[in-house]
């Protein structure tokens, strides 16, 4: 069983920027994939960045040259740098580990909220 724990969302103006931290436990960090899904009000969660276990990142194009995913396996943490925010990043962010090689091995934190205003 692996506990995520999502924090760094708070309310900030279009244009300025905002890092979320995402800390795992009970699993061996550096095996799992992690990745950034998020969820605005009314819509569906949805996908927006992962991160091997090497590495390797891949981002939603709307988000592509704006967010950047890192991880620090040292510290079973992964991060999500999110710059020049628009009012339609607004959603609740949600951290997820993930075994490529077992679907079962699938686990999310609780979320954090980012609000976006105008």
């Known amino acids: 069983q692996v506990l995520l724990k999502e924090s760094g969302g708070a309310l900030v103006h279009a244009g300025e920027s905002l890092r979320l931290s995402c800390v795992a436990s009970?699993?061996?960090?550096?095996?799992?994939?992690m990745a950034w899904y998020r969820q605005a009000p009314g819509l569906p969660r949805v996908y927006v960045a992962d991160?091997?276990?090497?590495?390797?990142?891949n981002y939603v194009d709307a988000v592509r040259s704006r967010f950047t995913i890192t991880r620090d396996n040292t510290k079973n943490t992964v991060y999500l740098q999110m710059n020049s925010l628009k009012p339609e990043d607004t959603a609740l962010y949600y951290c997820?580990?993930?075994?490529?090689?077992?679907?079962?091995?699938?686990?999310w934190g609780k979320g954090a909220p980012v609000t976006v205003l105008s």
């Open positions: 991160i091997s276990s090497d590495g390797t990142t």
């Open positions: 997820n580990a993930h075994s490529t090689s077992d679907p079962a091995m699938n686990y």
């Open positions: 009970g699993g061996i960090f550096s095996d799992y994939a």
